[in-house]
T-cell receptor
Framework: AQSVTQLGSHVSVSEGALVLLRCNYS??????LFWYVQYPNQGLQLLLK??????LVKGINGFEAEFKKSETSFHLTKPSAHMSDAAEYFC?????????????FGKGTKLSVKP | NAGVTQTPKFQVLKTGQSMTLQCAQD?????MYWYRQDPGMGLRLIYY???????DKGEVPNGYNVSRLNKREFSLRLESAAPSQTSVYFC???????????FGPGTRLLVL
């Protein structure tokens, strides 16, 4: 069965610093991987997705993620944090366990950005 | 093009009351989903519908029923609400399996 682990429920960075949000997955087949962002009192919005093309995936708002099969990781990075990046971030993996391509979500990482 | 819409935005129920959460999408998507979000738990799938006329249970279906009314609409019903169902409920849709899911703004439900 597929699963997702996000390391760190809360990450705090200073404005202008590197953002690194960690995601490890478990999947017996080549996965589709996603990062979503949720701003306060809103729904989830897709940041980027990996679907077995390039291993380095670029998303919106300057975020990118690198698929590393050997490490079963799909960490999210942004070179320079902005105050507007403060939100909760969810990593997700496509589910092949008979549920027709649903997504399995991690528990989320809340990003705080200090001025 | 509104994407995914949900009604109501906020609801307070008493234990034992029933209600239906409505969801509609205008993207001609085949698949639709209902999730609940609780602090520290991420999103958990309640029910999904891979296509019009089909529905299947997700991770936490107990206490809920769904109806895929047509391709656009997918409703979630609580027959007898319990405090444990206090949560934020999200509807989502995708063109097909393994495709990006698009989320609605959510319904905040408080069961007293």
């Amino acid at each position: 069965a597929q699963s997702v682990t996000q390391l760190g429920s809360h990450v705090s960075v200073s404005e202008g610093a590197l953002v690194l949000l960690r995601c490890n997955y478990s999947s017996s087949v080549p996965p589709y991987l996603f990062w979503y962002v949720q701003y306060p009192n809103q729904g989830l919005q897709l940041l980027l997705k990996y679907t077995s093309a390039a291993t380095l995936v670029k998303g919106i708002n300057g975020f990118e993620a690198e698929f590393k099969k050997s490490e079963t990781s799909f960490h999210l990075t942004k070179p320079s944090a902005h105050m507007s990046d403060a939100a909760e971030y969810f990593c997700a993996v496509s589910d092949y366990g008979g549920s027709q391509g649903n997504l399995i979500f991690g528990k989320g990482t809340k990003l705080s950005v200090k001025p | 093009n509104a994407g995914v819409t949900q009604t109501p935005k906020f609801q307070v129920l008493k234990t034992g009351q029933s209600m239906t959460l409505q969801c509609a999408q205008d993207m001609n998507h085949n698949s639709m989903y209902w999730y609940r979000q609780d602090p520290g738990m991420g999103l958990r799938l309640i029910y999904y519908s891979a296509s019009e006329g089909t529905t299947d249970k997700g991770e936490v279906p107990n206490g809920y029923n769904v109806s895929r009314l047509n391709k656009r609409e997918f409703s979630l019903r609580l027959e007898s609400a319990a405090p444990s169902q206090t949560s934020v409920y999200f509807c989502a849709s995708s063109a097909r399996d393994r495709e990006t899911q698009y989320f609605g703004p959510g319904t905040r439900l408080l069961v007293l």
